[in-house]
């Protein structure tokens, strides 16, 4: 009797689950009842084949028929093999029990979080569930509770930027914003460009709402407003203040009247601020900041004295990545000087499978790269840019909002925007410039 060819959530250990609810009896009460269910296996065996093959997100379409499945990958999406509908709805039913959101609800948009655990690594899934014409909607985010990057340098920075960002972050006294686009590592960069910085002799403390508490970062001291606190931001500001902290952190954008308050610090007793904002860019970051707090444009503008911008883009795999002598008119079009550069780098490429043969003429499939699995890339970096406003920017900061106008002023001042950093990390070998074109085109 032939065997069963298994399914492709069948091929790998599956994951933990950890409910997160209020007390452990009621954790352990959701997942026995998830057990019981036919999805619970599945379920457990789709994640682990997810995390496995470095998924930060997986897509799930329900139609009549099935259960098409994506995973984003290095920030591209891939498609998997379909799953029936019987088994996508089982799992799927599983999925929402151990989320505490209501498995009987295909229409209604829902939203709950789980802990899972694959070996040893402890990760949560946020899963989102909204009812669509054609059947269900689902987008499972999975996000690592480690932080897999230690450095800046880790994360794409050039040696030359990261020393000037050391400095801005050290100042005795300003403004540092970081900014970032939706979904692309702002919470990732900010701990670890926090890690960056001088904490063993200067004291940081960071003002957090209880309801959404940062990752721990050693030499931070977390305080915390709302929820059971009964503190407010300000009033917590006012209390931290007495004890005289060097650094002033806002994970997320303060009150105006918080704000205020710690820019009297910055002006009159030369501390610093750190904070962060979700923006496209470093420049338009601070004007959407300004733009948030009219009363203080001025004082901001005196203040700020470093702004971190950021893109992520695809790594191009070590392993199989392959060189090129670059012609000049292609250094001409990217702005290299003739001779700077001597080789650019670009994914490999294999020929079409009827050219795949040994010198004798007979086939021979090309083996795929075993460390990005063919693709030519492995996992993504970001490209910054580090703006640090002279005179004439913090001048025209106060009097206009024109992007365009700004940007003329900065890159003036000698700011490189994200596009000029992007041809360095291609000169640097660490991405190709199709990864360029299709991470800067623009979104219809």
């Avoid at 470095?54 to 990958?73: E, N, P, V, W």
């Avoid at 509770?145 to 040696?159: N, T």
Wanted: one cysteine or more; charged letters at 25%; hydrophobic letters at 40%.
């Amino acid at each position: 009797m032939a065997q069963e060819e298994l399914q492709f959530w069948q091929t790998v250990a599956p994951v933990e689950f950890a409910p997160k609810c209020a007390d452990r009896t009621e954790a352990q009460s959701v997942l026995i009842q998830a057990r019981q269910g036919a999805g619970f296996e599945v379920a457990a065996g789709v994640l682990s084949h997810a995390i496995q093959g470095r998924a930060t997100h997986m897509l799930l379409d329900f139609s009549k028929t099935g259960c098409a499945i994506r995973y984003q990958i290095d920030g591209a999406w891939e498609m998997l093999e379909p799953l029936d509908r019987e088994t996508g709805d089982a799992m799927l039913y599983a999925l929402k029990q151990l989320c505490e959101m209501n498995p009987a609800d295909r229409r209604s948009q829902q939203s709950g979080v789980c802990g899972i655990k694959l070996s040893k690594d402890k990760l949560d899934l946020h899963l989102q569930s909204q009812g669509v014409p054609t059947g269900e909607r689902v987008l499972a985010r999975i996000e690592s509770l480690k932080i897999p990057f230690e450095r800046m340098s880790d994360l794409g920075m050039r040696d030359k930027m990261l020393e000037t960002f050391k400095e801005q972050l050290n100042q005795d006294s300003g403004m540092v914003l970081i900014t970032a686009p939706k979904g692309e590592g702002l919470t990732t960069t900010w701990t670890v460009a926090v890690n960056a910085a001088d904490r063993l002799v200067r004291d940081f403390q960071s003002f957090e709402n209880q309801e959404s508490p940062e990752p721990e970062i050693i030499n931070i001291s977390p305080n915390f407003f709302g929820g059971d606190t009964g503190l407010t931001e300000l009033s917590l500001l006012k209390k931290m203040i007495l004890k005289e902290p060097d650094v002033l952190m806002f994970p997320g954008l303060p009150e105006p009247e918080s704000l205020g308050l710690a820019l009297d610090q910055v002006e009159k007793i030369e501390k610093q601020i750190y904070t962060r904002i979700v923006a496209s860019g470093a420049l338009a970051g601070l004007v959407q900041f300004m733009a948030r707090y009219p009363d203080q444009r001025e004082r901001i503008a005196k203040s700020i004295g470093a702004v971190l911008g950021q893109k992520l883009i695809r790594r191009l795999c070590d392993n199989c990545k392959v060189g090129f002598e670059p012609p000049p008119q292609l250094l001409k079009q990217l702005g290299i000087p003739p001779g700077r550069v001597a080789v650019l780098y670009q994914p490999f490429i294999p020929p079409p499978i009827e050219q795949q043969v040994d010198e004798n003429g007979r086939p021979a499939p090309l083996v795929p790269c075993e460390v990005c699995n063919a693709r030519g890339y492995y996992g993504r970096i970001a490209i910054f840019e580090l703006l640090i406003p002279g005179e004439k920017l913090r001048d025209a900061l106060t009097k206009t909002q024109d992007l365009g106008q700004l940007t003329a002023i900065a890159k003036g001042e000698g700011f490189r925007g994200l596009q000029t950093e992007a041809v360095m990390t291609v000169a640097r070998g660490l991405t190709g410039l199709d990864e360029l074109k299709r991470a800067f085109a623009k979104k219809k």
